[in-house]
């Protein structure tokens, strides 16, 4: 039987995600896709993402509600693939509600979502502090809820609905905590514990209450014509599978978790914007194959400002790694492509690109090494770029950016095979450049 219909809703899903360590400057990007947006949802991750926000004079920094909802109007959801951390949603939720921002009716969590525990974060503490080879954490307790969800014990929003059986999990939670925390000599930190615990339990009727499936959400979204953004947090690099293994966070960072993480099918995905800093930086343990000497990463961290809206711990820094960015711009699919932060280059001589790692045996490969061990050995083979050492930060066109600059880009676009549609020379709005 064929029959002529349109299977395809009007409306589409852009995903955005990041394409190196993570801290690319997405926020930046979401704020300008935004405009034109009906709902942002966030896919994965937890309260170990960190998106700096002004709101009038005051700065403060989301950690777990989509970065969206600074557009009046946007409805903002969770989505299953994220891993809630309660007590921190409401506190961003409470304080932008202090702040004058409207939220009625524009915030959704996904039913299908996974609590993060208080227990989770202790668990993520105490297992790095004690651990041989440290990932380096965030300490938010991703790793920890997500074995949870992995394993089958994980409690979900849709738990809250019976109250019975919310206590029994938890109970069984607290008790599984308490036998990991004692086996690892950490038992003391049971303490702290059980005040946390009734303090995230007291706002689980609030939470109830903005629970949806937003997967029917989106879907009807798409059906009245709407557009959606998918949110990612963290970057390709530190995809649990992608990625460079162990040194990871525990979700699909990459454009294909967007699917799952909403619950939505790959076919509604129109576009996938994929975000670079112009160059690398990486928080956390693992290699970082680009990675300067200690007197030039120092320098560069100054010029960037290199430091996680998370932890604050210092971020360290290397030239753009195209092996990286091209591993990105196939695994996720990229359709295009934003560069942030180029003016952090503008008073260097020479600028560097990572075009391919050499092995100490002096094969050399373009393709990104699935051995995360390997990658501690290899050399990059450097292409450099002469600088334009002039202030690009009131450039507003590409026509406007030194030459040098703008060969530096055409080279970013030729190597990663994707075109170049934003550039950003500042922190403000007005100095993110659209290239049409
Ligand atoms: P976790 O996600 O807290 O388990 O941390 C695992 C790794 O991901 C560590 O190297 C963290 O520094 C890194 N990481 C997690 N979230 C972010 C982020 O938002 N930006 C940059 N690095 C992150």
Known sequence: MTRDFDWRPSGTCTVIVGCQWGDEGKGKIVDVLAENVDVVARYQGGANAGHTVHV??????????????????????????????????????????????????????????????PYHRVLDRAVED???????????????????????RGIRV?????????????????????????????????ASLEAAMQATLALGERLRVLAVDTGVEIEAALERGEQVLLEGAQGTALDLDHGTYPFVTSSNTTAAGAAIG?????????????????????VGNGPLP???????????RQLGGEFGATTGRPRRCGWFDAVLARHAARVNGLTELAVTKLDVLDTLPEI??????????????????ADTYQLSQITPEYEMMPGWRQDITGCRKLEDLPANARAYLDRIEELTGTPIRWVSVGTRRSQIIEVS
């Open 158 to 190: 849709a738990d809250l609905n019976d109250a019975e059986r919310f206590k029994r999990r938890v109970d069984e939670g607290m008790q599984r905590a308490r036998a990991r925390l004692e086996a690892i000599g950490a038992l003391d930190e049971m």
């Open 290 to 300: 680009t990675g300067f000497e200690p007197e030039m990463d120092e320098h560069m």
């Open 352 to 369: 560097g690109i990572g075009l391919q790692y050499c092995a100490p045996d002096g094969t050399c490969t373009r393709d990104f090494p």
């Open 262 to 282: 909403v619950g939505v099918g790959p076919t509604r995905i129109g576009r996938v914007v994929g975000v670079v800093k112009a160059y690398t930086t990486r």
């Open 56 to 117: 009038g004079d005051n700065e403060f920094i989301l950690h777990q509600i989509p970065s969206g909802i600074l557009h009046e109007g946007t409805r903002c959801l969770l989505g299953n693939g994220v891993v809630l951390d309660v007590e921190q949603f409401f506190e961003e939720h409470d304080a932008l509600v202090a702040r004058g921002i409207d939220l009625t009716g524009r915030v959704g969590v996904s039913q299908r979502a996974h609590l993060l525990m």
């Open 130 to 152: 004690r651990a041989a080879e440290k990932i380096g954490t965030t300490g938010r307790g991703i790793g920890p809820a997500y074995e949870d969800k992995a394993g089958r």
